[in-house]
């Protein structure tokens, strides 16, 4: 769908799918909470989330944070570009996300 932006040029919005890892302390089935996480981390900067995939609880080839398993969620979004930067400042800051990974869809 083009939209058309404050100079007037029409554009489409991008896809991306972001997998995110969260703590296993967390409850895996608790997927209020997981979501609640996810949408607190992609906050202003990705506001069309069409879908959160929980993947479960499994484990890692390597300790993250000295974890040997995480909660794995498939993000997929729709934005009109993403400030990935930002995004993975506030995965630094929160102790219950593991790793964040975002990609473009082409």
Known sequence: ???????????AMRIYESMVILDPQLDATDTKKIEELIRKLMGEYAPQITKIEHLGKKQLKYKI?????????LVTLRAD???????QKQAKLNPEILRYLMLHEA
Do not use: R
Not at 66 to 71: A, F, L, M, V
Not at 81 to 87: L, M, N, V
């Open 1 to 11: 769908m083009p939209l058309i932006n404050s100079h007037g040029i029409m554009y």
């Open 65 to 73: 944070m000295k974890q040997n398993e995480g909660i794995y969620a």
């Open 81 to 87: 570009g993403i400030k990935s930067s930002a995004i």
